[in-house]
């Protein structure tokens, strides 16, 4: 099945600067690669993601690359902001086993804190 | 427009009883939602996939017979673990996706803070 690394598990940054996380899947067939961002004891919130069939995607301050041939991601934040401090994690998603419905794999998180 | 609704938010029970959790797709219908388990500190781990009108499909490690899913509507499904002890204790957030053209996106629940003392 799929499986996904995500690195690193913590990173501090000065306000204003940019910060990256990398993850890789192991699942070729994998097509759908989700970003969340969850605060304490509350739900994953998708903050950006990406289909297979396009290398980049950008969002005001956050993109996201893919490289298909090597199966990594990364998630970039520019200018990043105090709130933008919460966990945040990866996801790949392979074909699930009923009517189509695709499941996600999660990688391990990365706890980002972002430095007044 | 794409809720996903949760109950209870939090629950705690005594060790040996059982607890149901319902998640309910408020605004559309899903054929398909998931149920995750997240411990402190670490990842969303998938559970099982919750299929309406016929039996849940579990993931490699997950029991059946403890954690009891049913997938009553194209809006509700429950999760119901039985005979639940403190290590059940954890964070279940359900999540369905609603079919939109052109993703895969799926909408999380709030989670239900479960505690077995």
């Known amino acids: 099945g799929e499986n996904v690394e995500q690195h690193p598990s913590t990173l501090s940054v000065q306000e204003g600067d940019s910060a990256v996380i990398k993850c890789t899947y192991s699942?070729?067939?994998?097509?759908?690669f989700p970003w969340y961002k969850q605060e304490l004891g509350k739900r994953p919130q998708l903050i950006i993601d990406?289909?297979?069939?396009?290398g980049e995607k950008k969002d005001q301050r956050i993109a996201v690359t893919l490289n298909k041939t090597a199966k990594h991601f990364s998630l970039h934040i520019t200018e990043t902001q105090p709130e933008d401090s919460a966990v945040y994690f990866c996801?790949?998603?392979?074909?699930?086993?009923?009517?189509?419905?695709?499941?996600?794999?999660f990688g391990q998180g990365t706890r980002l804190t972002i430095n007044p | 427009g794409a809720v996903v609704s949760q109950h209870p938010s939090r629950v705690i029970c005594k060790s040996g009883t059982s607890v149901k959790i319902e998640c309910r797709s408020l605004?559309?219908?899903?054929?398909?939602m998931f149920w995750y388990r997240q411990f402190p500190k670490q990842s969303l781990m998938l559970m099982a996939t919750?299929?309406?009108?016929?039996?849940?499909?579990?993931e490699q490690g997950v029991e059946k017979d403890k954690f009891l899913i049913n997938h009553a509507s194209l809006t509700l499904s429950t999760l119901t673990v039985t005979s639940a002890h403190p290590e059940d204790s954890s964070f279940y957030i359900c999540?369905?996706?609603?079919?939109?053209?052109?993703?895969?996106?799926?909408?999380f629940g709030p989670g239900t803070r479960l505690t077995v003392l």
């Open positions: 999540s369905a996706d609603p079919g939109l053209a052109g993703t895969n996106e799926q909408f």
């Open positions: 699942d070729s067939a994998s097509n759908y």
């Open positions: 990406i289909r297979s069939n396009v």
């Open positions: 996801a790949a998603s392979s074909a699930g086993t009923f009517q189509g419905a695709q499941k996600l794999v």
């Open positions: 605004d559309f219908q899903a054929t398909t």
């Open positions: 919750s299929n309406e009108g016929s039996k849940a499909t579990y």
